[in-house]
């Protein structure tokens, strides 16, 4: 049991370094290293994305039931998905004016107030505040205000409409091909932030990944309304 205790440990503090990374990546923004800030948060999500798995794995919640590394991740969560980019969406001019911030804001917040967020059957409810891809993309494409505002609004507005977004370590047959194609999305990204002048058809390309999560989740949300429908 000590053994099972010590491992469940190591698993949360593992996570715990996802907060960590999103700090560093906060004063690397703050100092003007906005690659270096990107990178970080990658590295943040590569924790995010595993400290679950082992979670399971580790049984954490049966041996240390008076720690939940659900709170635990959902506070890293908003430091890293959230209030960084948040930051760097400012510190970098993407949009017409810091007001903008407003939108993105509110709809993380009311994402994150939700009891539902994420359902029983392992999705997210709503758009689930991938913050630091939409400043990503913000700060490679650097479009004018209108659109600018309109790469905020249109998520902003999907938060507070409850479709079903995939659970990338969740959802089963879907989760291997997400993963798959998420690890090669992630080392495109990490070269991209390493070039001071990453190659724009590499940045469209890349954008191919965000596209296709969020059309699979459009679909499977589709099919289970259809499915629920019949059933009635």
């Not at 440990?9 to 990374?21: D, E, F, N, R, S």
């Not at 943040?44 to 008076?66: F, H």
Request: glycine share 6%; proline share 6%; charged share 15%.
């Amino acid at each position: 049991m000590r053994k099972r205790r010590i491992l469940a440990w190591l698993v949360h503090l593992y996570t715990a370094t996802g907060a960590l990374l999103g700090m560093f990546a906060l004063f690397a923004a703050a100092q003007g290293e906005t690659r270096n800030a990107f990178l970080l948060l990658l590295l943040a999500g590569l924790v995010d994305s595993t400290d679950g798995i082992l979670a399971r794995r580790a049984r954490v919640s049966e041996v240390l039931p008076n720690f939940s590394g659900e709170q635990l991740d959902n506070a890293i969560d908003v430091l890293t998905f959230i209030w960084v980019p948040i930051f760097i969406l400012v510190a970098e001019d993407l949009l017409p004016h810091p007001s903008w911030i407003a939108i993105p804001t509110l709809a993380a917040l009311y994402a994150y107030g939700q009891v539902d967020m994420k359902t029983p059957d392992h999705f997210f409810l709503g758009f689930p505040s991938y913050w630091n891809v939409v400043a990503l993309y913000l700060y490679w494409l650097r479009p004018s205000g209108a659109l600018a505002v309109g790469m905020v609004a249109v998520p902003g507005l999907l938060s507070f409409i409850p479709t079903r977004y995939l659970y990338p370590s969740r959802n089963g047959l879907y989760s291997k091909s997400i993963w798959t194609l998420g690890c090669l999305w992630a080392a495109l990204v990490a070269f991209l932030l390493l070039q001071e002048s990453p190659d724009s058809r590499l940045v469209w390309l890349s954008a191919l990944f965000p596209l296709y999560y969020l059309a699979l989740s459009f679909c499977l949300d589709l099919q289970l309304r259809r499915k629920a429908r019949r059933s009635t």
